[in-house]
């Protein structure tokens, strides 16, 4: 299968949690991009619904992001982000940016839509 990905992903763990139907469900990111995050499998997420994530980089920090779930199954909770602050995108570019092999190509990437409309 071919990589058909416009924004590269990182490893990156960080716990958060989902507000899904009023519900606080726990997640754990496999690995983060501009566009999304793959979490470890997570059966109260359910695929095509639209919910707020938040992310924990650490004590003092918190991402806080409009998402869809985009597939939900055992082999993991795929999420595309819809919309972000500033602060929470500054964020999630420094850490795709570190984990990333050349940190520039990161900011290459932002050059190019990460979708093609319709």
Known sequence: MSEH??????????????????????????????????????????????????????????LTVQVKILRSDATGCAIDFLSMDEASFFHLRNIVRYGAPDADSIDQELSVPAFTPD
């Open 5 to 62: 990905r416009k924004r590269s992903r990182v490893e990156a763990q960080f716990e958060g949690v989902l507000l899904l139907n009023q519900a606080k469900v726990p997640v754990v990111t496999r690995n983060v991009s501009l566009k999304g995050v793959l979490c470890e499998p997570q059966p109260r997420a359910t695929q095509g619904a639209q919910c707020e994530l938040e992310l924990t980089l650490n004590p003092d920090i918190q």
